[in-house]
């Protein structure tokens, strides 16, 4: 479908078929269709800061308008998006000339990894501060002392523009523009490998964080309303904070539910610093080991990027997608997993219970499903992280129950383990969208349950994905089909 001078992270991470061609280029990659038309980056420079497409904020280095205009050389380049600065000037500038060809001045591929790692954070001292010594001092406080100090975090935190809360788009909505500039360059739907296998639409995945003893004694609070639903999930527990007998766990996996490790002692100095972590990370591994955990999750879901693959695991569940009113806030703005190294990320994308009905005080569970609306419409992954340690609050099993019933009749979600999302999202990873004889089919290890999507003109990629079922191979009459018919506004069945 595509050539290019350099490693295009945006066709990696979405699988559009692409073939890397030699060239001596040093200052600009080229992404080359079918028909001729090309999108170019920069490969290095820029200014690094905030900067706004369209009313979308990016992060990361943009080159500068007088650095484009030089780097383009002549010809009928003209501005066709104005990219601002954080104060609101006009610093940089999509590009199109008269041929077609667009020129981002960022490279799509670093924006995608501001996002996912909060690059965009602010290197304040403050709240981890008082992140730590609200752990030093929590085993001393009564239960209403810390329920005060978690509000009083909260009331400290102001809350930003970005990341929005409870719904933040955009990563999607760049990725989206970006299908369609690529639909222009190529003149035709662009195939790539879709998101969830068999011909699912979207995904459910349920999770929880065991914190205490009372909450390992209360696990049927929440497990019973699973079982209702006919539906497995996920369990984190702390190794040495209380005792989690062998046949708790035995009869969790016996339901097809996945055991997972929630740090050491649920303190907040797992992560503290590397000399801690190193001291730890032993005692994580054994638990691991015995457990039979492939996953993890930080307490208060404490993080930094570039120590999460040193633990060792084969998923992290440490990150939300917004969530500023955590005591370790951010999020890494998608609903989709992403890479970090060797690890895969599954990000949290509801509202955690205990925040949303103990610390905001909301009286039902209208904000989880309007948030699980946005999801599905987009085409993402509901992860839910419940806590039996809270299922005492009459809301949080009401509405973990009503959000169950919304969902349990949605024949294009994909309900899965967080073990199974990232087995499948390894296996997408290693898969192709390739040509063959006559149209395009899928190889690889998705083979047998991926499937050929196109993005279109006039239809967000992420949310209308016209579909070819697995292992069809794609024909010229298909492509011609999704060509003539109108795809925009099409809603997932």
């Known amino acids: 479908m595509f050539t290019s001078t350099h490693r295009f992270a945006f066709f990696e991470y979405f699988r559009v078929p692409y073939r890397m061609i030699d060239s001596s280029e040093r200052n600009v990659g080229t992404v080359r269709g079918p028909g001729g038309g090309s999108l170019r980056w920069p490969l290095s420079g820029g200014v690094a800061g905030r900067h706004d497409l369209d009313g979308t904020p990016l992060f990361g280095h943009v080159l500068p308008d007088r650095t484009a205009r030089r780097l383009l050389g002549p010809g009928d380049w003209r501005v066709d998006v104005p990219i601002l600065d954080a104060r609101g000037r006009h610093v940089a500038s999509v590009w199109r000339d008269g041929d077609g060809d667009v020129f981002l001045p960022f490279d799509p591929g670093e924006v995608m990894h501001q996002f996912w790692s909060e690059g965009y954070r602010s290197a304040g001292r403050l709240r981890p501060l008082l992140v730590r010594t609200y752990y030093l001092v929590r085993p001393a406080l009564p239960r209403r002392a810390q329920l005060a100090a978690r509000r009083l975090f909260a009331r400290l935190h102001r809350v930003p523009a970005f990341p929005a809360w409870p719904v933040e788009t955009a990563l999607h909505d760049l990725q989206d523009r970006l299908f369609a500039l690529l639909v222009d360059v190529a003149g035709q739907p662009v195939p790539w490998l879709d998101l969830w296998p068999a011909g699912h639409t979207w995904a459910v995945v349920l999770t929880h964080d065991v914190e205490t003893a009372a909450g390992c004694r209360d696990l049927h609070l929440l497990r019973d309303i699973e079982r209702e639903h006919g539906r497995p999930s996920e369990w984190n527990f702390v190794p040495l904070r209380y005792p989690v007998a062998d046949d708790v766990l035995a009869g969790l996996r016996a339901e097809g539910c996945e055991i997972g490790v929630h740090g050491v002692r649920h303190d907040g100095r797992d992560l503290g610093s590397r000399r801690t972590l190193r001291r730890r990370l032993p005692v994580m591994r054994e638990y691991a080991a015995r457990w039979g955990a492939v996953g993890f999750r930080s307490p208060a879901t404490q993080r930094t990027w570039a120590w999460m693959p040193l633990l060792g695991f084969d998923y992290d569940m440490s990150y939300h997608d917004t969530a500023p009113y955590e005591p370790t806030p951010g999020g890494g703005c998608s609903w989709l997993p992403y890479p970090n190294g060797d690890l895969v990320e599954l990000p949290i994308t509801l509202p ?28 993402g992954m509901m992860l839910v992280l419940t806590h039996p340690d809270y299922a005492t609050d009459p809301r949080a099993a009401a509405g973990y129950r009503r959000l169950l019933d919304t969902v349990r009749d949605d024949e294009g979600a994909w309900w899965a383990n967080p073990g199974e999302v990232s087995a499948w999202w390894r296996q997408r990873a290693a898969s192709t969208v390739e040509q063959v004889e006559g149209g395009w089919t899928v190889t690889g290890p998705a083979a047998d349950s991926g499937r050929v999507v196109y993005a279109l003109a006039e239809a967000p990629a992420l949310a209308t994905r016209p579909t070819i079922l697995p292992n069809h191979i794609i024909s010229r009459q298909d492509i011609q089909h999704l060509r003539d018919e109108s795809w925009a506004g099409r809603a997932h069945p």
């Open 352 to 379: 955690q219970d205990h925040t949303l009905f103990t610390i905001l005080g909301h009286p039902d569970e209208s904000v989880w499903l309007d948030k699980a609306a946005a999801i599905r419409a987009r085409g």
